[in-house]
């Protein structure tokens, strides 16, 4: 098999994935699971322990992570995140009397908590629906069997729990599901953060003497998380089923209908008079035995070719998620640019052509 013939049939294959890259519409919920990279952590003891500091590293651990949300059928969505990590600690660079050294460190760092996220899902890429996001959320830090032994004879140990404001980013995949209408599988990276800082209380015991109480804070507690998990878009209706044949002649086709819908000059926002037509032609497709309806977005021919094409992407964009709102289900809505191609005035190059700026919806 050639190169071409193989790009060509993972393409055919793509399409019925492309076709159902829908916005998430309504409720939501989704559930991930990865592993975490914590970044060196500074810890400060008490200004008058022999122990003034360490940086300390850990092991790559586990994070899980559910929330659910609300998608607003443009690429906008809400939801509300609850998390779970763990680390644990296997080294420390301390310093002792002002004295570096290499040490051994254990137990484990556990965080838990919730977040706020805000998301916009890129819908117009074929194949897969990329996102990114931001949150802000409230962490608690729990330090469990902490300890280090900077010395020889000599060991440091901390425990309890802390909660701090938090913060992350979020870059994502979402792949559609075809044969599962409204499941996706899904994954991220994300970055998160704790402000400020957290302090522990904990013993120290040097070499041949009794124990004695220590105070010390963490800072810089930074997360990398890498999940793969699954998002379930709730109420999302699957395509029509094809017709059954009967033994009856068909009737005769119905002529496909067709609507203008205008835009100004290098705009892709709908007027109030654009939105009446919309509402029209969606009120129509309940009346007749609608299967399928194209949305084709056009430009005049000012501007590139290139941002034309992306012109004419977003104008039908903004048509199709209209009708979505006028009640039209999602899955029998088809969306193509054609920048300034196939005018319906024909001009030469650079002219603003009212009648080019258009969006041509097509009832089948």
Not at 48 to 63: W, Y
Not at 98 to 120: C, D, H, M, P, R
Not at 253 to 276: E, N
Request: cysteine-free; glycine content about 12%; proline content about 8%.
């Amino acid at each position: 098999m050639t190169l071409r013939g193989a790009i060509l049939g993972a393409g055919l294959l793509a399409l019925p994935i492309a076709a159902s890259a829908q916005p998430v519409n309504g409720f939501y919920v989704s559930l991930g699971a990865g592993v975490n990279l914590m970044q060196d952590q500074t810890l400060r003891f008490s200004a008058d322990e022999p122990f003034t500091g360490a940086h300390l590293k850990s092991d790559v651990g586990p994070v899980v992570q559910g929330s659910a949300g609300w998608g607003f059928g443009n690429g906008l969505r809400v939801e509300l995140e609850g998390d779970w990590m763990t680390n644990k600690f296997n080294q420390a660079s301390t310093s002792f009397n002002g004295i570096g050294t290499t040490s051994a460190a254990g137990g484990w760092e556990q965080k838990y908590g919730f977040f706020g996220n805000v998301l916009y899902d890129f819908t117009m890429v074929p194949y897969v629906q990329p996102y990114i996001g931001a949150g802000v959320g409230y962490q608690v830090v729990s330090l469990n069997n902490f300890r280090i032994n900077p010395a020889f004879g000599d060991e440091a140990t901390l425990g309890g729990s802390q909660g701090n404001f938090a913060y992350q980013a979020i870059v994502g995949l979402a792949v559609p599901v075809p044969q599962a209408p409204g499941l996706a599988i899904t994954a991220e990276y994300r970055f998160m953060g704790l402000s400020g800082t957290r302090k522990y209380g904990g013993d120290v015991a040097l070499a041949g003497e009794p124990l004695v109480p220590i105070d010390a804070s963490l800072r810089n507690n930074y997360n990398h998380m890498f999940l793969v998990g699954f998002r379930y878009n709730f109420g999302q209706v699957p395509p029509p089923p094809p017709p059954v044949p009967v033994a009856a002649p068909a009737p005769a086709v119905q002529p496909a209908r067709s609507y203008l819908v205008f835009f100004d000059w290098d705009k892709y926002t709908l007027t109030m008079r654009a939105r009446q037509i919309i509402r029209e032609a969606a009120d129509a497709s309940t009346h007749v035995q609608v299967t399928r309806i194209e949305v084709n977005g056009y430009t005049d021919t000012s501007g590139t070719p290139q941002y034309n094409m992306g012109l004419s992407i977003r104008r039908a964009s903004a048509v199709k998620a209209e009708l979505i709102r006028d009640g039209v289900p999602p899955s029998v809505i088809t969306t193509q640019g054609f920048g300034d191609t196939h005018l319906l005035v024909p001009t030469g190059p650079g002219v603003r052509e009212p009648q080019n700026r258009r969006v041509e919806i097509i009832l089948h």
